[in-house]
C-alpha cells in the first residue's frame, strides 16, 4: 500500500478503506459464494449409519435434498462395484438421469471405478460424459495407507493401500482433458499436493479443477465404528496453514473436509471460509457420534456460510467459479 504525506506532514495511505473513496460511499464487494458439496455415502454403511444412501432411490432422493437445500455439487459411490466401466456408468445413470431431470444444472460426479487398471478406473467417465452427465471427473494424485486401529492402539493389518501410480495419476488427467471434465483433485496427505502442484506448473491440470484438502478425524478413513488410522494432516489451523503455505501462488479453487470426524465441529470449516474456500462434508466423511442425514449436515453448512457471510453458491455459481468446460 502506497503511502503519502497529508498537509501537516504526517504518513497517511494512498489506498481509501473498503467502501470508501475520496469520502464518498461505494457498495461493499459483494462475497464470494461458498461451494458446499456433499458426498452423500462413500464407503459409509447402513450399519454405521442407517441413513446413508446406497441404492439408487435413495441416492436420487437424497441428492435431489440436499441441492434444493443449499449444495451446489454431490457426490456419490455406486452400490455396484468392480466391474466394467458401462455397466459401472449404466448403475450411476439410474440415479443421475432422475437428479439431472429434476435439477438440470446440478453438479455430479461418481468416485474412480475400483478393481482394475488405470485405465478401468476411468472408464466409466466417458459414458457419463457422454450422456450428459457429468463435469466433473476424479483425479487422486497420490497413494495412502487406510483401515482401522486395533485395540492395541496401532493400525490393524493388512488395511487397504489406496495406491495410485504416477501411470495411473497420468492417465487420471488425460482423460479429464479429452473429455473436458473439471477434475475433483482429492489431497489425502501433502505428497498429493504436491504431485498436483507439479501438473499445475507445468499447465497441464485440467480446466475446472478444484483441491480438496481431506483432513483426519479421530475415526480416519476405513475405520469402520471404532477408531481409524490416522492419515496426512489434522483438521487444526497450523495444517490448513501448511496445506495454503505449499498452495502458494496456485489459484485453484479449494475446499476442505474432515474424513472420519465432523468439519462442521473443527476449527477448518470457518477458517476456510473466512480465507476463501469451500466446504466438503456429508456421510461419507462424517465420523462424529451423531448419526445425521446428509440434509441436517448440509443445514448446519449453511448456516455456517450465512454466520461468515458467504452465501451458498448454486451449482451454476459453482461452474462458474471452478471454470468447468
Given at each position: 500500500m502506497?503511502?503519502k504525506?497529508?498537509?501537516?506532514?504526517?504518513?497517511?495511505?494512498?489506498?481509501?478503506?473498503?467502501?470508501i473513496?475520496?469520502?464518498?460511499?461505494?457498495?461493499?464487494?459483494?462475497a464470494?459464494?461458498?461451494?458446499?458439496?456433499?458426498?452423500?455415502?462413500?464407503?459409509?454403511t447402513?450399519a454405521?449409519?442407517?441413513?446413508?444412501?446406497?441404492?439408487?432411490?435413495?441416492?436420487?432422493?437424497?441428492?435431489?435434498?440436499?441441492l434444493?437445500?443449499?449444495?451446489?455439487i454431490?457426490?456419490s459411490?455406486?452400490?455396484v462395484?468392480?466391474?466394467?466401466?458401462?455397466?459401472a456408468?449404466?448403475r450411476y445413470?439410474?440415479?443421475y438421469r432422475?437428479?439431472?431431470?429434476?435439477?438440470?444444472?446440478?453438479?455430479?460426479y461418481?468416485?474412480?471405478n475400483?478393481?482394475g487398471?488405470?485405465e478401468d478406473s476411468?472408464?466409466?467417465?466417458e459414458?457419463?460424459?457422454?450422456?450428459?452427465?457429468?463435469?466433473?471427473?476424479?483425479?487422486?494424485?497420490?497413494?495412502?495407507?487406510?483401515?482401522?486401529?486395533?485395540?492395541?492402539?496401532v493400525?490393524?493389518a493388512?488395511g487397504?493401500?489406496?495406491?495410485?501410480?504416477?501411470?495411473?495419476?497420468?492417465?487420471?488427467?488425460?482423460e479429464?482433458h479429452?473429455?473436458?471434465?473439471?477434475?475433483?483433485?482429492?489431497?489425502?496427505e501433502?505428497?498429493?499436493?504436491?504431485?498436483?502442484l507439479?501438473?499445475?506448473?507445468?499447465?497441464?491440470?485440467?480446466?475446472?479443477a478444484?483441491?480438496?484438502?481431506?483432513?483426519c478425524?479421530?475415526?480416519?478413513?476405513?475405520?469402520?465404528a471404532?477408531p481409524?488410522?490416522?492419515?496426512g494432516?489434522?483438521?487444526?489451523?497450523k495444517?490448513?496453514?501448511?496445506?495454503?503455505?505449499l498452495l502458494?501462488?496456485c489459484d485453484l479453487?479449494?475446499?476442505v473436509?474432515?474424513?472420519?470426524?465432523?468439519?462442521l465441529?473443527?476449527p477448518v470449516a470457518?477458517?476456510?471460509?473466512?480465507?476463501?474456500?469451500?466446504?466438503?462434508?456429508?456421510?461419507e466423511?462424517?465420523?462424529?457420534s451423531?448419526?445425521?442425514?446428509n440434509a441436517?449436515l448440509?443445514?448446519e453448512?449453511v448456516?455456517?456460510?450465512?454466520?461468515?457471510?458467504?452465501p451458498?453458491?448454486s451449482?451454476?455459481?459453482?461452474?462458474?467459479i471452478?471454470r468447468?468446460?
Amino acid at each position: 500500500m502506497g503511502r503519502k504525506l497529508d498537509h501537516n506532514g504526517h504518513s497517511r495511505s494512498s489506498r481509501a478503506g473498503p467502501g470508501i473513496r475520496s469520502g464518498i460511499a461505494t457498495p461493499a464487494k459483494p462475497a464470494t459464494p461458498a461451494i458446499i458439496e456433499v458426498a452423500i455415502n462413500g464407503v459409509t454403511t447402513k450399519a454405521a449409519n442407517p441413513n446413508v444412501p446406497r441404492s439408487p432411490d435413495e441416492v436420487i432422493a437424497d441428492a435431489v435434498a440436499c441441492l434444493e437445500g443449499g449444495a451446489a455439487i454431490v457426490h456419490s459411490h455406486s452400490d455396484v462395484v468392480g466391474v466394467p466401466g458401462a455397466a459401472a456408468a449404466a448403475r450411476y445413470l439410474e440415479a443421475y438421469r432422475p437428479i439431472l431431470a429434476a435439477r438440470p444444472d446440478a453438479l455430479l460426479y461418481p468416485t474412480v471405478n475400483f478393481g482394475g487398471s488405470a485405465e478401468d478406473s476411468c472408464a466409466h467417465l466417458e459414458p457419463l460424459k457422454a450422456a450428459g452427465a457429468i463435469r466433473i471427473g476424479v483425479l487422486d494424485p497420490g497413494s495412502v495407507n487406510l483401515g482401522p486401529v486395533g485395540d492395541d492402539g496401532v493400525p490393524r493389518a493388512p488395511g487397504v493401500v489406496y495406491a495410485n501410480s504416477f501411470a495411473t495419476i497420468h492417465h487420471q488427467v488425460d482423460e479429464c482433458h479429452r473429455l473436458g471434465l473439471g477434475p475433483s483433485v482429492a489431497i489425502y496427505e501433502p505428497g498429493f499436493l504436491q504431485t498436483a502442484l507439479a501438473f499445475w506448473r507445468a499447465g497441464r491440470m485440467p480446466t475446472g479443477a478444484m483441491i480438496k484438502f481431506y483432513f483426519c478425524g479421530p475415526n480416519g478413513y476405513l475405520g469402520g465404528a471404532g477408531p481409524g488410522a490416522a492419515f496426512g494432516l489434522p483438521p487444526t489451523e497450523k495444517a490448513l496453514d501448511a496445506y495454503l503455505e505449499l498452495l502458494g501462488e496456485c489459484d485453484l479453487p479449494w475446499s476442505v473436509a474432515v474424513f472420519g470426524g465432523d468439519l462442521l465441529a473443527a476449527p477448518v470449516a470457518g477458517l476456510a471460509l473466512e480465507r476463501g474456500g469451500h466446504l466438503h462434508i456429508g456421510l461419507e466423511d462424517y465420523g462424529g457420534s451423531r448419526r445425521p442425514t446428509n440434509a441436517e449436515l448440509l443445514e448446519e453448512a449453511v448456516l455456517l456460510c450465512d454466520k461468515v457471510g458467504r452465501p451458498p453458491a448454486s451449482s451454476a455459481e459453482a461452474a462458474s467459479i471452478l471454470r468447468l468446460p
